[in-house]
């Protein structure tokens, strides 16, 4: 839907459409969160099966998950506009850095230098994530202001094109 309005030059509804989609974004992530704290207790039990050791590495990384949901959210929506506004290259190279740069090197820097548990994991996924979120709003942000140029510089091409058919007109008139 914004892609086929930034084509139409339909800018406020592109506007509009981006405010309904963070708003369902961030709805979906508040209850996924929600479920997640709810349900621990039941996903918990379910996974560990008597095992006292195991439940407690669970509810860790369950406890350091659930944040993750915000990041992933908000990721989601700006890499949503980047591909609308026909930016596919930066939220792919931002993903291949998310793991191949921050968060492989992340949970070996925690388990092997910083002796972390299996814990390790969890905080490696939410630190890239929010490496993720961070980035995406940037570019996001960038890439705003150059597509708004690129819309001012369209716009002022525009009417110079409409005053020179005007002036056509008028000549075609005296004629």
């Known amino acids: 839907m914004t892609a086929a309005n930034l084509g139409n030059r339909r800018y406020d509804r592109v506007e509009v459409i981006f405010r309904k989609t963070a708003l369902i974004t961030f709805a979906v992530a508040a209850a996924l969160f929600t479920a997640v704290w709810l349900a621990s207790g039941h996903l918990i039990a379910y996974f560990a099966k008597g095992d006292a050791q195991l439940a407690e590495n669970i509810a860790r990384i369950y406890s350091i998950q659930r944040c993750d949901f915000v990041f992933v959210a908000i990721d989601s929506i700006c890499c949503g506009c980047l591909y609308a506004m026909k930016k596919t290259k930066l939220p792919t190279i931002v993903n ?23 814990e390790a994991i969890a905080w490696a996924i939410l630190l890239s994530n929010m490496f993720d979120a ?25 009417s110079r094109l409409r005053s020179a058919i005007q002036a056509l007109g008028r000549l075609d008139a005296y004629s």
Do not use: D, Y
Request: hydrophobic share 60%; no cysteine.
């Open 96 to 118: 291949f850095i998310k793991l191949f740069v921050v968060r492989i090197p992340l949970f070996l820097l925690m388990t092997r230098i910083l002796g972390m548990g299996i």
């Open 134 to 158: 961070v980035m995406s709003v940037f570019f996001l942000i960038r890439g705003r202001r150059s597509f708004a140029k690129a819309v001012r510089q369209e716009e002022s091409a525009n």
